[in-house]
């Protein structure tokens, strides 16, 4: 019986016919950590006494509570920097020369097809994009393998995601997930990997990221895509060292095969209080406070240009705060190299340097009790981006700067006339 | 592994990570004493209510959301001595038996707060309010790490 992709770099990384179901001990390339899991993980690796730390491997990257917060977090701030000074750890990112963990991982060419990493942050999974299987994990094993380069897995049952079509105008990769996430449920890839199929070439690769980046809003240890051209044209410039890509075997063993055909989705919101509550946005009749473009989900360059292609020549929503986030300063530098921060400007935006910040309650956007936002972000609990009172409704980048706009939640074809 | 006997507090589906302790307590500073902050959005009051050797019990997809450690390590400072749960969020899971908090899934018909339940883990039984319950046998790594006292001590012990 062949092999999933999951299984194929399970197998290569523990030396073991690692097999779905199975506990393997396997060898990380890289394990991540940020300013929230980091302090954790630092003080369980201190604790054991070791000298042996694999300092390569290791990336340290502050993105939920900087730029300082408060003297809380700057104390937590500076805990990381210490602990890279002490050691001499070479990858750690420095606010100003950073950004949002996940997206950093791409573009610094950490995450690279075929790689084993592992992250102490649950949205880690967003490196399936380019064919990596990367995972969330806690921050005590994140200090176990700083200490060993290795950790022990359960090999993943594969859910086959099979997608025909293209994508219609202002509908991707958000529109999808949320689809399936609400198909499937917030438990419904629990332990599992998705593994994409079909006519992938079709999706871009800003659009698979995104999508992988919430698998874990099903429950899911990993999505993952194919490497394609597309794939390989993305991290050219950026990748490090050399990268293995993996295919699934045609003769692979999948759990459950889902369909979509990309030409027939619509835009997508999930209202609160879970990703799964998804409805097409036709059908909402919700008026918002804020308008949250960023994070680590769609906090891209391509998703910034989507939203300025819509609010150009607009004008925000009188009722509204738009609040524009770019994912890093590199997606920060090509905003206004393309002209994009005027065009948010001149529309009445807030916009910010990179920050995890308001997506999950941090500062820089918190809502009020009885506020409502539509946000670009993965998660809608209670209370996530404030007030246990307020509301957060997830869609795409296309829904968000419309709604900005139109000061309630609707697609861009129905700002006709605004 | 060891036998509990608690007291029962009963959660429904999906408690997510946020709602076990909320983004805006996980500082550095407040790691001594993050008991203090358990459930404070959906059960105000709560933190001064459990007590030492308490059992949570709740429906599916408990611990779904983010990766904090902190929320496995509240649930432990609060007093739990262990979470029993139709089904647990993957990275919750390997948080909990990581650090030492036991999760057993088992799905309890109608709990009722307050009453008294008795978990056996070797023998894969759970007693609530007087009924009996079974659960699976935990895979044998799991149950080497549980009895390790938790994988820091297997990494010691150079067993990782």
Redesign the interface.
Known sequence: MGKTIAEKILSRKSGTDARAGQIVMADVDYVMVNDVTGPIAFREYEKLGTDCMCKDRMVLIPDHYVPNKDVASAEQAKEMRDFVRKHELPNYFEVGRSGVCHQLMVEEGFAAPGRLIVGADSHTCTYGGINALSTGIGSTEAAAAFATGRLWFKVPETIKVVLKGKFRENVGGKDLIIRIITDIGVDGANYKAFEFHGDVHNVPVSDRLTVSNMAIEAGGKAGIFPCDDLTLEYIKDTVRGDYEAVEADPDAEYCMTLEYDLSELEPMVAYPHLPSNGRPVREADVTIDQAYLGSCTNGRIEDMRIAAEIVKGRRVHPGVRFLVVPASQKVYRQMIEEGLMQIFLDCGAFISGPTCGACLGGYMGILAAGERSVSSTNRNFIGRMGDKNSEVYLAGPAVVAASAIAGRIVTPDMLEGQ | MEKFTGRVWVFGD?V?T??II???R??????DHLNDFIFE??RPGFAQEVRKGDILIAG??FG???????AP?SLIEAGFSCIIAE?F???FY??SM??GLLLVECSVEDPREGCEATVDPDNGRVVVDGREYTFPEY?P??TE?VNSG???NM??EGR?
């Open positions: 999906n997510d946020d709602q909320p983004a805006e996980l500082v550095a500073s407040n790691l959005k959906v599916r997809n779904c959301g983010s990766s904090r450690e902190h390590l089904s969020a993957r990275i390997r948080n990581n650090i895979p790594f799991i790490l938790g994988l820091m990494v010691k990782i």
